[in-house]
């Protein structure tokens, strides 16, 4: 069975007061929610003040990036290390990393393997640009992403993990998939490339979330989908209401009791 998750990527928003307010506002009403896991992704300098708001309540705690070397001449990376104990989840290669800041499947995959090797959770991002959607390669390119980004990960780890498949052209533009689109691209090629690479059951185990202007009012469309476990929500996990909302929603549709 598996347990749904909805996560919270704040991206570049909020300085560290600013989290702590958020958080605060959106706490009681999260830790209420049961049946799904549930997770705040704050930038890199909330991750403190905010791990400590959420020690006693049922929030997880993501990053948003690391590198992929415990330590060294980095400036301005952040490593496994520094993240281990601190938080649970790490955001792998999600499409404005791998936009603005070249990050490739290869580096995805070393940093997939990073956070295994730490205790972190990953949850590796996937997705194809408008163009490509257009010219009908999605498929494709998806599969690869997978099959790049999964490199050398065992079955078992892969089982453990999340992905989330985010259609670049869906993300902040208002402009959601489907929910039967998006299905068929998690079941048949996030799902399917891991059952070629592995097996079904493992196919079967991984946690696939859906990203792209997820909203209140159009979360219910992804989570009555069979092969959709959650969604990766940016904009509206910014406000309070909204994210609870969603998690609530989520949690009535697709819950389960652990
Ligand atoms: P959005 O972002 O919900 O603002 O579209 C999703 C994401 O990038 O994870």
């Known amino acids: 069975m598996r347990i749904p998750i909805i996560a919270g990527n704040w991206k570049m928003h909020k300085t560290v007061r600013e989290s702590v307010d958020l958080v605060r506002e959106m706490r009681r009403g999260l830790n209420d929610i049961q049946g799904v896991e549930k997770v705040v992704v704050p930038p890199f300098v909330a991750l403190a003040s905010v791990a400590g708001l959420l020690g006693p309540t049922s929030i997880r705690l993501g990053a948003q990036n690391m ?8 400036t301005g990376e952040i490593s496994p290390l520094m ?3 601190l938080c649970e989840y790490v955001i792998i290669g999600h499409s404005e990393r791998r936009t603005y800041f070249d990050e490739t499947n290869e580096s995805v995959n070393r940093k997939v ?20 959607n257009e010219a009908g390669e999605t498929e494709a390119f998806v599969s690869q992403q997978i099959r790049e980004g999964l490199a050398g990960v065992t079955a078992e780890r892969v089982s453990q993990m999340v992905i989330a498949y985010e259609p670049i ?4 533009t208002g402009r959601a998939a489907t929910g039967a689109l998006a299905n068929r691209i998690i079941g048949l090629i996030v799902r399917g490339t891991i059952a070629e690479l592995h097996n079904e059951t493992t ?3 991984v946690r696939v979330q859906y990203g792209g202007s997820v909203k209140p009012d159009n979360i219910a469309e992804f989570m009555s989908q ?11 996990s910014l406000r309070a209401a909204d994210f609870v909302e969603i998690t ?8 389960t009791v652990a």
């Open 248 to 255: 609530r929603r989520a949690a009535e549709l697709k819950g």
């Open 169 to 172: 052209w869906a993300i902040g």
């Open 226 to 236: 069979p092969d959709i476990d959650g969604a990766l929500v940016g904009g509206a």
């Open 83 to 85: 993240l281990q104990g």
């Open 113 to 132: 393997h990073a956070a295994f090797g730490h205790g972190l959770s990953p949850i590796m991002c996937v997705g194809e640009n408008l163009q490509q």
């Open 203 to 205: 196919a079967q185990a």
């Open 67 to 74: 590198h992929w070397e415990e330590q060294g001449a980095y």
